[in-house]
C-alpha cells in the first residue's frame, strides 16, 4: 500500500506563489507516475501535473503550462508542486497521486491514478 502524504497548502494573494510537497512511501526508481490533481467543492477533479519517476518525463493541463512546475527528488521519496502566478480560481483541493509500474504518464485522468493523498487546502485571494 503506497502511502501519499501532502504539505505546503496555504493562503496566497492572487499573483503569488506557493510549493506544495508530497511524502511518498514507495521508492521512486522505478517506472511510476506521480501527479498532482485538484478539487473544488462541487466540481470534478482534474489534473494539473505528472511526471515519470525515473526517467522525469513532465506532463501539464494547458492551463497551468508555464506557471506551475512538478518536480520529484527520488533520494527524498518526494514530489512537488511549484505554483507561480496563482490565480483566485485557482483555489482548491491539491492532491497528489500515484501509479505504479506504469507504461506512460502522459496521463491526467483521476481513474488511471491507484493512490491517493489526503490533500492540502490552496486558497488564492483577490
Given at each position: 500500500?503506497?502511502?501519499?502524504?501532502?504539505?505546503?497548502?496555504?493562503?496566497?494573494?492572487?499573483?503569488?506563489?506557493?510549493?506544495?510537497?508530497?511524502?511518498?512511501?514507495?521508492?521512486?526508481?522505478g517506472?511510476?507516475?506521480?501527479?498532482?490533481?485538484?478539487?473544488?467543492?462541487?466540481?470534478?477533479?482534474?489534473?494539473?501535473?505528472?511526471?515519470?519517476?525515473?526517467?522525469?518525463y513532465?506532463?501539464?493541463?494547458?492551463?497551468?503550462?508555464?506557471?506551475?512546475?512538478?518536480?520529484?527528488?527520488?533520494?527524498?521519496?518526494?514530489?512537488?508542486?511549484?505554483?507561480?502566478?496563482?490565480?483566485?480560481?485557482?483555489?482548491?483541493?491539491?492532491?497528489?497521486?500515484?501509479?505504479?509500474?506504469?507504461?506512460?504518464?502522459?496521463?491526467?485522468?483521476?481513474?488511471?491514478?491507484?493512490?491517493?493523498?489526503?490533500?492540502?487546502?490552496?486558497?488564492?485571494?483577490?
Open positions: 500500500q503506497v502511502q501519499l502524504v501532502e504539505s505546503g497548502g496555504g493562503s496566497v494573494q492572487a499573483g503569488g506563489s506557493l510549493r506544495l510537497s508530497c511524502s511518498v512511501s514507495e521508492r521512486l526508481t517506472d511510476h507516475c506521480l501527479a498532482w490533481f485538484r478539487q473544488a467543492p462541487g466540481k470534478e477533479r482534474e489534473g494539473v501535473a505528472s511526471i515519470y519517476t525515473r526517467l522525469g513532465t506532463y501539464y493541463d494547458d492551463p497551468v503550462k508555464g506557471r506551475f512546475t512538478i518536480s520529484r527528488d527520488n533520494a527524498k521519496r518526494a514530489l512537488y508542486l511549484q505554483m507561480d502566478s496563482l490565480k483566485p480560481e485557482e483555489t482548491d483541493i491539491y492532491y497528489c497521486a500515484a501509479r505504479l509500474w506504469a507504461v506512460t504518464c502522459q496521463q491526467l485522468a483521476d481513474n488511471w491514478y491507484n493512490y491517493w493523498g489526503q490533500g492540502t487546502q490552496v486558497t488564492v485571494s483577490s
